[in-house]
């Protein structure tokens, strides 16, 4: 389990602001501002960093006269730890109730391929007792 810091809740601002940190690998405050879709002033951005790092998503490191932000888990970590909470959150902690819920969406597209991976990484995951 992550620690409760990690745990937090990000606001929409601090969702764009790891994407822009994810999508790079790392980033200083310069570059973030830069790379956001709308103006934010560079202490509000200087901010919200130091408050992703308070809470554990992000780590500093001083680099010459700046701090570059680099994310303190691997994505894939942090989406599997965002995914528990939606599915706790919006579904009771019911995977088959997320996943029924994805599947009834009108939006969903899956071809043929996708959904025999997923019946194989179902078969797969039922198997290791999952």
């Given at each position: 389990m992550p620690p409760q810091n990690e745990s937090r809740d990000l606001s929409r601002r601090e969702r764009q602001i790891m994407d822009v940190v994810y999508a790079a690998g790392q980033a200083t405050a310069a570059e973030v501002v830069a790379a956001l879709p709308d103006d934010l002033s560079n202490s509000t951005v200087r901010t919200l960093l130091r408050i992703l790092v308070?809470?554990?998503?992000?780590?500093?490191?001083?680099?010459g006269p700046r701090y570059v932000y680099r994310p303190t888990r691997p994505r894939a970590k942090a989406a599997l730890g965002e995914?528990?909470?939606?599915?706790?959150?919006?579904?009771?902690?019911?995977?088959?109730?997320?996943?029924?819920?994805?599947?009834?969406?009108?939006?969903?597209?899956?071809?043929?391929?996708?959904?025999?991976?997923?019946?194989?990484?179902?078969?797969?995951?039922?198997?290791?007792?999952?």
């Open positions: 308070e809470k554990g998503h992000l780590k500093q490191d001083l680099d995914l528990r909470r939606i599915v706790e959150t919006f579904f009771d902690g019911s995977v088959e109730q997320a996943i029924a819920g994805l599947l009834q969406s009108p939006d969903l597209e899956l071809n043929d391929d996708e959904f025999d991976r997923l019946g194989r990484m179902i078969e797969k995951a039922r198997k290791e007792g999952r």
